[in-house]
């Protein structure tokens, strides 16, 4: 034991300390409070046994992990480590520097940090750099100014090629007002790679490209005659592939964006339109949805963005029997290839349902249905030298999922007891021209009991589970009974649990597997003796599966995993 706490200590003397995002308000600074300390520490064990002996598995695993939070009037430095018998790693939860200082209605960030202004703008891309959040009243007003991407040069050693990149700075903005019945805004965004941040060439395969970008989004929501709404946000992208190639150029025509932007002869000028309208009352709702973005739609405020795409959603709601019975549905249809450039169109059609009851006593239940349809639709192409030998051709995927619960709890301070059954459907396939293929069918169910005697601190249930698929001229069965139980002392310290349950496997109507699994567990809290030595915890877990029968060419009878661990908080 000596001997770990020498490796433990002499491993703690190579940590490196950082500071995480804090936020920190006038309130929270006290210089009177000096430094505290928080964390906590656990050791946990755990041991295997297995009859295969190809399962390549440590019989003994033992790691240490350890917490520690530092605050220094109102600053928090936090870090952690991990430590084992495989492998030492030491692991900080931030890898970066902030500081978010807020007096009232001013919130300023510093450091490394990321703000969200619009989804088709600055889009919750991480920045290091500085900005402010200024919300007097119904206004806000936000702005930034840092370093999206940091320069970072080929290395032929490291093969670094995937991790190349030019140096990019960026900044934005965004103000908008919120009043009881509207709410508008406008953002803008713009970043840019620095040509000269690399010194030394890339290689093509890299593909990397200087780039240029901005976009300007607006935004405003207008609620009507209490009960009705209408919302809408347009934004547009003048995105540069690469500002090297055709600087200065003129793009073809002369529009106004190329005056006010001075676009160049590879600029791709794209817009996004999102918008809905509806009703939401008390009793009842629908909302109408629609949204459009073009084709190459990107912004370098982001990391992920989907394009060449238009939806249509309607989306329907209606309460029963005072707010007991709610029925909600959704009926959506999406396009793309909006440019007509592409080989393929996909037309992509998603439906679903859902009811839910509950009569706040007794009763609980609900019944979903959704079904996902997509159709492909692949346009002959015509060349001087090559013929299409393929026509119009149509594919279809279909998938079709239906789930329902029904659950009755009853009971009184002595004993309380429920049921609760479920059961789903899915469906899928696939058709191409007059060609059915790639059927599949999923049933699952599944039943449960349980009651507890709340004066004697003891609960138990029983259940049976099923779940049949056939797929691929294949049917698989699953399914088996399970009984569990739990029972915890007065003072609530410790908790018992342990539990049993038999599963069959067929396959194609022949016995494939069984196996039983059974498991017991424990958690013991120690009192605190005082609030100094903190709060002590010991976990414990038995699990053992055994292979009554199976047709598998490894042999495997049983599995043993067991779990201690013991962990202290201050």
Same mark, same amino acid.
């Given at each position: 034991?000596?001997?770990?706490?020498?490796?433990?200590?002499?491993?703690?003397?190579?940590?490196?300390?950082?500071?995480?995002?804090?936020?920190?308000?006038?309130?929270?600074?006290?210089?009177?409070?000096?430094?505290?300390?928080?964390?906590?520490?656990?050791?946990?064990?755990?041991?295997?046994?297995?009859?295969?002996?190809?399962?390549?598995?440590?019989?003994?695993?033992?790691?240490?992990?350890?917490?520690?939070?530092?605050?220094?009037?109102?600053?928090?430095?936090?870090?952690?480590?991990?430590?084992?018998?495989?492998?030492?790693?030491?692991?900080?939860?931030?890898?970066?520097?902030?500081?978010?200082?807020?007096?009232?209605?001013?919130?300023?960030?510093? @450091?490394?940090?990321?703000?969200?202004?619009?989804?088709?703008?600055?889009?919750?891309?991480?920045?290091?750099?500085? %900005?402010?959040?200024?919300?007097?009243?119904?206004?806000?007003?936000?702005?930034?100014?840092?370093?999206?991407?940091?320069?970072?040069?080929?290395?032929?050693?490291?093969?670094?090629?995937?991790?190349?990149?030019?140096?990019?700075? @960026?900044?934005?903005?965004?103000?908008?007002?919120?009043?009881?019945?509207?709410?508008?805004?406008?953002?803008?965004?713009?970043? !840019?790679?620095?040509?000269?941040?690399?010194?030394?060439?890339?290689?093509?395969?890299?593909?990397?490209?200087?780039?240029?970008?901005?976009?300007?989004?607006?935004?405003?929501?207008? /609620?009507?005659?209490?009960?009705?709404?209408?919302?809408?946000?347009?934004?547009?992208?003048?995105?540069?592939?690469?500002?090297?190639?055709?600087? +200065?150029?003129?793009? !073809?025509?002369?529009?106004?964006?190329?005056?006010?932007?001075?676009?160049?002869?590879?600029?791709?000028?794209?817009?996004?339109?999102?918008?809905?309208?509806?009703?939401?009352?008390?009793?009842?709702?629908?909302?109408?949805?629609?949204?459009?973005?073009?084709?190459?739609?990107?912004?370098?405020?982001?990391?992920?963005?989907?394009?060449?795409?238009?939806?249509?959603?309607?989306?329907?709601?209606?309460?029963?029997? %005072?707010?007991?019975?709610?029925?909600? %549905?959704?009926?959506?249809?999406?396009?793309?290839?909006?440019?007509?450039?592409?080989?393929?169109?996909?037309?992509?059609?998603?439906?679903?349902?859902?009811?839910?009851?509950?009569?706040?006593?007794?009763?609980?239940?609900?019944?979903?249905?959704?079904?996902?349809?997509?159709?492909?639709?692949?346009?002959?192409?015509?060349?001087?030298?090559?013929?299409?030998?393929?026509?119009?051709?149509?594919?279809?995927?279909?998938?079709?999922?239906?789930?329902?619960?029904?659950?009755?709890?009853? +009971?009184?301070?002595?004993?309380?007891?429920?049921?609760?059954?479920?059961?789903?459907?899915?469906? +899928?396939?696939?058709?191409? +021209?007059?060609?059915?293929?790639?059927?599949?069918?999923?049933?699952?169910?599944?039943?449960?009991?349980?009651?507890?005697?709340?004066?004697?601190?003891?609960?138990? %249930? /029983?259940?049976?589970?099923?779940?049949?698929?056939?797929?691929?001229?294949?049917?698989?069965?699953?399914?088996?009974?399970?009984?569990?139980?739990?029972?915890?002392?007065?003072?609530?310290?410790?908790?018992?649990?342990?539990?049993?349950?038999?599963?069959?496997?067929?396959?194609?109507?022949?016995?494939?597997?069984?196996?039983?699994?059974?498991?017991?567990?424990?958690?013991?809290?120690?009192?605190?003796?005082?609030?100094?030595?903190?709060?002590?915890?010991?976990? @414990?877990?038995?699990?053992?599966?055994?292979?009554?029968?199976?047709?598998?060419?490894?042999?495997?009878?049983?599995?043993?995993?067991?779990?201690?661990?013991?962990?202290?908080?201050?």
């Amino acid at each position: 034991m000596k001997k770990a706490y020498i490796v433990l200590a002499s491993f703690l003397l190579l940590i490196q300390v950082q500071l995480k995002a804090v936020e920190i308000t006038p309130d929270a600074i006290d210089f009177k409070k000096g430094l505290t300390a928080s964390g906590g520490l656990s050791f946990n064990n755990t041991f295997y046994q297995g009859s295969d002996s190809l399962i390549k598995r440590d019989p003994y695993v033992y790691t240490l992990c350890g917490t520690l939070n530092l605050n220094y009037i109102g600053i928090d430095l936090p870090f952690s480590f991990a430590l084992s018998n495989t492998s030492k790693e030491y692991t900080q939860p931030f890898n970066r520097f902030q500081i978010a200082p807020q007096y009232k209605w001013v919130k300023l960030y510093l @450091g490394s940090t990321s703000m969200t202004f619009s989804p088709y703008t600055l889009a919750g891309h991480d920045f290091r750099g500085v %900005g402010v959040e200024l919300t007097p009243k119904n206004w806000y007003v936000g702005a930034m100014y840092g370093r999206f991407l940091k320069a970072i040069e080929y290395d032929p050693l490291e093969k670094n090629i995937d991790d190349v990149s030019y140096k990019r700075m @960026g900044y934005a903005a965004k103000v908008g007002w919120t009043g009881a019945s509207t709410s508008v805004n406008a953002t803008f965004f713009h970043a !840019e790679d620095d040509v000269n941040s690399l010194k030394y060439d890339v290689p093509a395969e890299a593909d990397l490209h200087p780039k240029e970008n901005t976009a300007i989004s607006a935004y405003i929501r207008q /609620a009507l005659f209490k009960y009705f709404f209408v919302q809408a946000e347009y934004a547009f992208s003048l995105y540069n592939t690469d500002i090297r190639t055709a600087e +200065g150029a003129p793009a !073809e025509g002369s529009t106004f964006a190329d005056k006010l932007f001075g676009r160049k002869g590879n600029d791709r000028f794209v817009d996004a339109l999102n918008a809905s309208v509806g009703y939401a009352g008390p009793v009842w709702g629908l909302s109408f949805c629609y949204e459009r973005i073009a084709p190459y739609y990107q912004t370098l405020g982001g990391y992920y963005f989907t394009d060449d795409k238009e939806d249509y959603t309607l989306a329907p709601y209606v309460k029963f029997l %005072g707010g007991k019975l709610n029925v909600s %549905g959704k009926l959506g249809f999406e396009f793309n290839n909006l440019n007509n450039l592409k080989a393929n169109d996909n037309r992509r059609v998603v439906g679903s349902v859902t009811g839910a009851f509950s009569d706040g006593k007794h009763w609980t239940s609900s019944l979903s249905y959704s079904n996902f349809s997509n159709y492909t639709k692949y346009k002959k192409q015509a060349y001087p030298y090559y013929v299409d030998q393929l026509d119009t051709l149509n594919f279809y995927q279909v998938n079709q999922n239906l789930t329902g619960m029904l659950g009755y709890n009853w +009971g009184d301070t002595i004993r309380t007891q429920g049921v609760a059954g479920t059961a789903s459907y899915q469906f +899928g396939n696939q058709e191409k +021209g007059d060609v059915s293929f790639a059927k599949q069918r999923v049933w699952s169910s599944s039943l449960n009991f349980s009651q507890n005697f709340v004066k004697r601190r003891v609960n138990w %249930g /029983a259940s049976v589970s099923m779940n049949y698929a056939d797929a691929s001229q294949m049917e698989n069965l699953f399914w088996g009974p399970g009984l569990n139980g739990g029972w915890h002392n007065k003072s609530g310290q410790l908790n018992v649990t342990a539990g049993v349950a038999y599963n069959v496997n067929d396959l194609n109507g022949k016995r494939y597997s069984s196996l039983l699994n059974s498991n017991a567990g424990f958690t013991y809290s120690l009192k605190q003796i005082d609030q100094k030595f903190g709060n002590h915890a010991v976990n @414990g877990n038995v699990g053992l599966t055994n292979w009554l029968e199976t047709n598998s060419k490894t042999r495997n009878d049983f599995e043993f995993l067991a779990t201690l661990s013991y962990s202290v908080n201050f």
